[in-house]
């Protein structure tokens, strides 16, 4: 298991830094370089790590942490702030969720392989040089380019955090997230297959860190009003965790968790048409779309069997027999948070 060293050992002398992080080279002798972005304060205090475009495609993060970066300043703050805009470089150039290069997710890779695979290697090199020192650590994402979504967190339980799930919460609250889903990690019951268990935020729970995922709208292109929901969450949070002022922007003290996901999948192909929005309640027995064939007959109404929440909908209506047309949770409970 990796060990966790004190935040100032990777951490730059000067108030703001850039640079990159060398994580081999492609064929024609490129530079695999990710880059990194960094600020101090004027004290000793905790180090935030903010990671944005694990996945390629996912663009609102990238932009909610450029822009957080950019409003903070170094005079005013105590501790360090990291960004890292763009983590998988690879994927990110050719606007895929994984590069074509090994088709790996980075976000079940960590914490990476030196001598792995193309993207395992850029996560080791990236959590090698941040992962180990950061006492804070935000991992924004979006949804697939095909789909609409409201922000929303997603958390996992780890043995070996060092904070509890309440206050794991609290953190989360900052962001003020349409829902915050608990992801089990044995069993990623309702997700996507592979190994949630490589994913950033719990390789950083178990060195001890605070750390979860935040999800800011649909990927694929930029959302304004998702990416300023974001930048808005990260300057609560610098303020909850002392480096900024407490901010003056009350938190909502109370959340929506969830702890059951699945997706909706189209039996046959043709066109979707979406009756729900991203973040609204549906009734049992209540559509959230149908599906036309290419002579215009409707040959699927989607029906949810139980009272579920519309986490995210599809938005390009071409789908074939499989395809996901809807993200829902189907139990939730409204939960306190602490201050």
């Not at 004027?42 to 903010?50: A, E, H, I, R």
């Not at 935040?214 to 990416?227: A, K, P, Q, S, T």
């Amino acid at each position: 298991m990796n060990e966790r060293v004190p935040q100032s050992q990777p951490m730059a002398a000067s108030f703001a830094e850039r640079g990159t992080i060398n994580a081999g080279t492609t064929a024609s002798g490129r530079e695999i370089g990710i880059p990194y972005l960094l600020k101090r304060g004027q004290g000793d205090g905790p180090c935030l790590w903010v990671n944005a475009a694990v996945h390629g495609d996912e663009i609102n993060g990238v932009f909610a942490a450029q822009r957080f970066f950019d409003r903070l300043v170094p005079s005013v703050m105590t501790g360090s702030v990291v960004v890292t805009p763009v983590a998988n470089v690879l994927a990110f150039d050719e606007r895929r969720k994984t590069t074509l290069v090994d088709s790996i997710d980075m976000d079940q890779s960590f914490p990476g392989r030196a001598n792995g695979f193309a993207t395992e290697r850029a996560a080791a090199a990236l959590f090698d040089r941040f992962g180990k020192s950061a006492d804070v650590v935000i991992n924004i994402h979006t949804l697939g380019t095909p789909f609409d979504a409201a922000p929303y967190a997603v958390y996992k339980v780890h043995p070996e955090a060092r904070i509890s799930e309440a206050e794991l919460l609290a953190h989360i609250a900052c962001f003020e997230p349409t829902i915050a889903c608990r992801m089990p990690v044995a069993n990623a019951s309702g997700e996507l297959p592979g190994n949630i268990g490589g994913a950033l935020d719990y390789q950083s729970l178990s060195l001890g860190a605070i750390a979860f995922m935040v999800e800011l709208g649909g990927g694929g292109r930029l959302e304004e009003d998702h990416v300023e929901h974001g930048v808005a969450g990260l300057m609560r949070l610098a303020g909850k965790i002392g480096i900024l002022a407490a901010s003056s922007d009350p938190v909502a003290r109370q959340i929506r968790r969830v702890t059951r996901r699945a997706h909706r999948l189209a039996k046959a192909g043709g066109l979707f048409e979406p009756k729900v929005l991203p973040g609204t309640a549906v009734k049992a027995g209540g559509s959230i779309g149908s599906i036309r064939n290419l002579f215009g007959d409707v040959i699927e109404d989607i029906a949810v069997e139980t009272d579920s929440w519309v986490i995210a909908v599809r938005r390009d209506p071409v789908v074939h027999s499989g395809d996901r047309v809807a993200f829902l949770a189907t139990e939730w409970s409204d939960t306190d948070v602490a201050a």
